[in-house]
């Protein structure tokens, strides 16, 4: 043992046990002699691994979490120290963690717009579930590109558990449109002749996504044969359009049967674009979404006015009463579908009489 004022030293047990352990991790391949701290490892895994690997949206949603949550409470730590039990007892606390107080959020805002944690009110701005379940993912996936860069022997994110559901302070109210409040959202937007109103009855009716819609041109459509074809995308990334020729999912690129509130809808919209372009019948490429000069709608100026909240745009693409994309038959949807079709079309029969 050293003396007043000096660090112990380590025991033979400890030594050996430290030596052994560095025999097994070289026996399993190539021992780094220097690892760096997780806050500098997840900074280069999202520039030389995501970016350039993954879908731009995928970049977007991963590094708020790593920016907003794992570096400031995981960052400083080294790699190779990072045990199950520290990752543990951060998952732990997320629950009850205000990110407004814990991201200075309120602090942010100008002096008179505060109104929460900046004066003393905490908000009580919980993570949802979901998102500390997206956290945990990010870290694991992280982790295990250490592991496979022999930067550490096991991945300890992927050990941990996550919180239990009634620990989560934030309780998600979870609204789902009924047929009838569907049906009133879309004679809103048909009385309106609102420009998007033929997505909505593609999300609302076959389920499509958001992006599914935007991308939707058409090329991608058959009136006469009642049919379409996902397969391209429009996303809004960085203030960026994006344009992939791909879906989100393999499942996801389907040819789908439209219904009869669907070609009504499809058909609309294409007189109206053809009225504004004073061109002859559209084809091709041209997206069915787009405003008369070609560019593409914001969803939410869709629900700026009418019944519908400005949330409306997510709350259609992620709700819908049908099913999602790659539904193989008809007769497997639901019945609100045909219900919601039926209502809708008979509306419209008599708002054209």
């Not at 997780?38 to 949206?57: G, M």
């Not at 996902?230 to 389907?254: C, M, P």
Request: proline share 6%; glycine share 6%.
């Amino acid at each position: 043992m050293g003396g007043a004022g000096c660090d112990r030293r380590k025991t033979r047990e400890e030594t050996h046990e430290k030596w052994l352990k560095l025999h097994e991790m070289a026996r399993k391949g190539p021992v780094p002699t220097k690892h760096p701290a997780l806050a500098a490892y997840l900074t280069r895994w999202l520039a030389e691994v995501i970016e350039p690997n993954r879908e731009p949206t995928t970049y977007v949603a991963y590094e708020p979490l790593v920016r907003l949550y794992i570096i400031p409470s995981l960052g400083k730590k080294r790699l190779d120290k990072l045990t199950v039990r520290d990752v543990q007892i951060w998952l732990n606390t997320l629950p009850t963690l205000c990110t407004c107080c814990d991201q200075k959020k309120d602090h942010r805002r100008p002096e008179n717009k505060r109104r929460c944690c900046a004066v003393g009110k905490c908000c009580r701005g919980y993570p949802a579930r979901s998102t500390i379940a997206g956290i945990r993912r990010v870290l694991r996936s992280a982790l295990g590109n250490a592991v496979r860069e022999e930067l550490i022997s096991k991945n300890v994110a992927a050990l941990t558990t996550l919180p239990a559901a009634g620990k989560t302070k934030k309780k998600r109210q979870r609204v789902v449109w009924g047929v009838d409040e569907a049906r009133r959202f879309l004679e809103h937007l048909r009385a309106i002749d609102d420009p998007l109103y033929a997505a909505y009855v593609l999300i609302l009716v076959l389920g499509l996504r958001r992006g599914e819609v935007l991308g939707l041109a058409w090329d991608c459509v058959d009136l006469g044969g009642e049919q379409l074809w996902i397969s391209r995308q429009l996303n809004r990334v960085r203030g960026q359009l994006l344009h992939r020729e791909t879906t989100k999912t393999d499942d996801s690129t389907a040819s789908l049967p439209l219904l009869g509130l669907c070609v009504t809808a499809l058909k609309h919209r294409q007189h109206v674009q053809e009225d504004a372009a004073k061109l002859p019948r559209r084809s091709g490429r041209t997206p069915i979404s787009s405003s008369p000069r070609g560019t593409a709608h914001r969803s939410s100026r869709a629900t700026s006015t009418g019944p519908s909240r400005r949330t409306a745009a997510g709350r259609a693409c992620r709700r819908s009463v049908s099913t999602t994309p790659g539904t193989p038959a008809p007769r497997s949807w639901p019945p609100s579908t045909f219900i919601l079709s039926s209502q809708c079309a008979a509306c419209g029969t008599r708002r054209s009489r």
